[in-house]
């Protein structure tokens, strides 16, 4: 019983929070809400489908126990960047939602602290991870291309969010460590014997050509809108930062190309080919990206919790198989992936 009161308080406050928006909506921005469908996806979000009569728009709402906007203003900035990057792209022709903007601010803020954002909706829908097709990948390509080349024109910050370093991953491969031998996960622990395995042998010096640059950092499947000729759009932007680009191409290239373990290769080369239309790929970058995608997540997924967790939520268990192709094709990387 307890729970259910906790999902009906929880399906209240929802209700009321976009009835506030939605009131709110039409002060600032003149937009009359004729429905609103909510969208359940995603820690703590709350979205919506919000029709107007000036057509549907996407709303998020930022929850405060997740973001802290009132009490964290440096997070709500970096929101404000990130939004004000897609905005921008938006406007240079980058298949991605134009984001409302209002007396220079794109998060909206309600009489009673409720912070929310205002973006176009991008009529498509998302793919299974591994099954995009051809054209849509060629077509991801090229939007990922344009997006990063107008992206090189952004300042930089002083410092990349993340770089390659070998010390600091060791470090945060022992505390997995530690917990996988806490719970007694050998599977787990055998993940990890040969991860350290790989990254110990790794020349790191590899990795001092590589450019760096903002990025969307997060361009996996479900960020990805197509529709059955091609691409919608890119969404969710909430992670955008500046690293190394390279990064996208991995990811876009292992979420959408890689089914039943085996890597689609003409896929991934229309990728990849779309993206050397507006980005210059230098020899070896994709396998060398892979590697790069590998020690940021590899430490994220083959973790005991994930373990644990990815019976009940089957994208971990995804995340997990994608590290695992990794370290399989690790030698052949090179010679696999090396389209230029």
């Not at 973001?67 to 964290?72: E, P």
């Not at 909706?121 to 939007?143: I, K, R, S």
């Amino acid at each position: 019983m307890k729970g259910y009161v906790c999902r009906h308080m929880t399906h209240d406050a929802k209700e009321r929070w976009s009835a506030e928006i939605a009131v709110h909506l039409k002060e600032r921005f003149g937009l009359y809400v004729r429905e609103v469908l909510p969208i359940d996806k995603g820690w703590l979000n709350v979205k919506w489908k919000m029709e107007t009569d000036h057509g549907p728009l996407f709303v998020k709402y930022y929850h405060p126990e997740r973001y802290k906007l009132n009490t964290r203003p440096e997070r709500r900035s970096a929101i404000e960047k990130t939004l004000q990057l897609q905005h921008g792209l938006n406007a240079a022709g980058i298949p991605c939602p134009k984001v409302y903007l209002y007396k220079e601010q794109f998060i909206q803020e309600t009489p009673s602290d409720l912070f929310y954002t205002v973006l176009d909706w991008v009529d498509g829908h998302t793919a299974q991870a591994g099954c995009l097709n051809a054209v849509q990948m060629y077509e991801l390509g090229v939007a990922t291309g344009r997006m990063h080349k107008w992206l090189r024109s952004v300042p930089p910050l002083d410092e990349p969010a993340w770089k390659p370093d070998k010390d600091i991953y060791l470090r945060e491969w022992q505390s997995n460590w530690e917990k996988a031998k806490d719970a007694g996960d050998k599977t787990v622990m055998e993940w990890l014997r040969r991860s350290k395995d790989i990254v110990k042998s790794m020349d790191f010096r590899m990795f001092d050509s590589c450019p760096t640059g903002w990025l969307h950092w997060d361009l996996w499947v479900d960020n990805i809108l197509v529709h059955r000729h091609g691409l919608a759009g890119i969404v969710d932007f909430n992670r955008m930062t500046m690293a190394y680009p390279e990064i996208d191409v991995a990811r876009a290239v292992l979420s959408g190309a890689l089914r039943d373990g085996q890597m689609r290769m003409e896929t991934a080369r229309s990728f990849m080919d779309g993206y050397c239309e507006h980005s210059e790929v230098s020899q070896g970058m994709l396998p060398r990206a892979m590697r790069m995608l590998y020690l940021i997540e590899s430490i994220w997924w083959l973790r005991t919790e994930v373990r644990a967790e990815s019976e009940l939520r089957g994208l971990l268990g995804r995340f997990v198989e994608e590290m695992h192709w990794i370290e399989d094709n690790w030698a052949a990387l090179p010679e696999q992936l090396d389209f230029v």
